[in-house]
C-alpha cells in the first residue's frame, strides 16, 4: 500500500503495525486504564505512594509509549511527518479520554454522604500523559523536523546508563558484555526491589521487576551487541556471557528480597493472598520457600531471554509482551504458593516456569544468531549524529 492510498488515519496506521494489533494495544489499553482507576481510588484514604506510580503515573505512560512507534516508519512509504503528528496525536487523545473518563467523572459526580474524591486526582494521569507525550517528541525531534531521515543509519551514539557503566580495564568480555550489562541489571533490579519491599509489597511483584529492568536493560543490550560485533567476538559466544550478565544479578537479588520479607514480616512471600505465615512448627514452609526460590531463579531466565530478544523498534509490541509474561509470571507463583498447603503446586509451578524459560532461552538464542533483532531505526542507542552503515559496503 502506497502514500496516495493512506488517505485516512486509520490506513496510514498500517504504517506503523497491522490494524488488529492496533486493536489488541487499545484493549489492553482499557484494562491498563481500569487498573489507573482501581489504584487512584484509594487515595482518599490517604496519600499511597505506591499507587500513586503504578496507577497515576505508570500505566498512563505505558499507554502512550504503546501507541507511539519510530516515525520513520512513516517515511518508509512517503508519509508526512504532520501525517504521523496528526494521526497519533488522535490516539493519544483516545489515551487520554480512556484514563480521565473514570477520575474526572469521579470528581465532577454529584454526591450525598460519599466522601468527595480530591479535586486533584486526575491531575497524575494527566500529566504522565503529557509528559511522556512530550519526551517523545524530544526524542524523535530530529526525524519529525526532517533533518534526519531515520532509516539506512546507524546512530552512533551510546545509552546514557550504558556509558555510565562501561568499563575501560579488563577482559574483553567483561568491558563489553559483564560491566555494562549486569551492572545496569544489578541496579535496576536492586532499586525496583528495595522500593517493592519498603512499600510492604509481596515478592512475587520482585520477579515482575525483572521484566521491568529487562526493558531498561535492552537498549544497554543492544549496544553491547554492537561493541561485540565491531571487536569480533561471536553471535553465540555474546549471548552467552549476556544472559549470565543478567541472571545472576535478578537472580541474586530476588533470592535476597525473598528471604529479606520473611524475616522481617514473618510471613511467606504471597502469604498476603492466603493470610497465612510462616509456622516453625511446619516442615512445609521452608520446602515451599525454596521452590519459591528456585521460581525467583528461573524467572531470571525469563528476563534475560526478555532484554536479548526485546527492540525498541516497537515500542508497543515490546511493552505487550512484557506484560503478557508479567501476568503469566505472576500467575505461576500465585497458583503453584497459595492453591494449597502441600508442595506439589510449587514443584508444578518449577515445572512450568522452566519450561517456559527454556523456550525463551533458545528463542533468543535463535534470533540472536540471525542477528535480530534489529535496533538499525532505533534512535533510543544514539543521538543526533548518524553515519551511514558501511557494514558489507
Do not use: C
Not at 90 to 95: G, I, P, S
Not at 197 to 212: E, H
Not at 343 to 372: E, F, H, M, N
Amino acid at each position: 500500500m502506497t502514500a496516495m492510498t493512506m488517505r485516512s488515519p486509520w490506513e496510514r496506521l498500517r504504517a506503523d503495525r497491522p490494524p488488529s494489533t492496533t486493536l489488541v494495544f487499545l484493549l489492553l489499553i482499557v484494562v491498563l486504564a481500569f487498573l489507573t482507576s482501581s489504584t487512584l481510588v484509594q487515595f482518599h484514604r490517604g496519600w499511597q505512594p505506591w499507587p500513586a506510580v503504578t496507577g497515576g503515573i505508570f500505566f498512563p505512560a505505558l499507554s502512550v509509549l504503546m501507541l507511539l512507534p519510530n516515525p520513520a516508519r512513516y517515511r518508509v512509504v512517503g508519509l508526512s511527518m504532520r501525517q504521523w503528528m496528526v494521526d497519533h496525536g488522535m490516539l493519544v487523545a483516545l489515551v487520554a479520554v480512556i484514563h480521565l473518563a473514570w477520575p474526572v467523572w469521579a470528581v465532577v459526580r454529584p454526591v450525598d454522604d460519599a466522601e468527595q474524591v480530591p479535586v486533584w486526582m486526575p491531575v497524575l494521569p494527566a500529566l504522565a500523559i503529557s509528559v511522556v507525550l512530550a519526551l517523545v517528541f524530544w526524542h524523535h525531534r530530529h526525524v519529525l523536523s526532517g533533518r534526519a531521515v531515520g532509516t539506512g543509519a546507524r546512530f552512533t551514539g551510546t545509552p546514557l546508563h550504558y556509558r555510565v557503566f562501561l568499563a575501560r580495564r579488563g577482559p574483553v568480555a567483561w568491558r563489553t558484555v559483564y560491566q555494562p550489562v549486569g551492572l545496569t541489571a544489578l541496579v535496576t533490579v536492586g532499586v525496583l526491589s528495595g522500593w517493592l519491599l519498603y512499600d510492604d509489597g509481596d515478592n512475587q511483584i520482585v520477579t515482575g521487576a525483572f521484566l521491568v529492568a529487562a526493558l531498561v536493560t535492552a537498549p544497554v543490550v543492544a549496544a553491547s551487541r554492537e561493541t561485540a560485533n565491531s571487536i569480533g567476538m561471536t553471535r553465540r559466544s555474546w549471548v552467552r556471557h549476556t544472559l549470565t550478565a543478567i541472571v545472576v544479578p535478578h537472580g541474586v537479588v530476588g533470592i535476597i528480597a525473598a528471604f529479606v520479607q520473611v524475616e522481617v514480616s514473618g510471613a511467606m512471600p504471597l502469604s498476603s493472598f492466603t493470610g497465612g505465615s510462616v509456622d516453625p512448627t511446619s516442615s512445609v514452609e521452608p520446602l515451599q520457600f525454596l521452590l519459591y526460590a528456585v521460581v525467583v531463579v528461573v524467572t531470571a531466565f525469563i528476563g534475560a531471554a526478555f532484554a536479548v530478544s526485546v527492540s525498541y523498534e516497537d515500542w508497543g509490541t515490546a511493552i505487550m509482551w512484557s506484560i503478557f509474561l508479567n501476568i503469566v509470571v505472576g500467575l505461576l507463583a500465585v497458583f503453584g504458593f497459595t492453591s494449597a498447603a502441600g508442595p506439589w503446586p510449587g514443584v508444578a509451578a518449577v515445572v512450568v516456569s522452566a519450561l517456559l524459560a527454556r523456550y525463551l532461552i533458545k528463542y533468543a538464542v535463535r534470533r540472536t544468531l540471525l542477528g535480530q533483532p534489529d535496533w538499525t531505526m532505533t534512535s533510543i542507542i544514539g543521538g543526533p549524529r548518524m553515519r551511514r552503515n558501511r557494514l558489507g559496503s
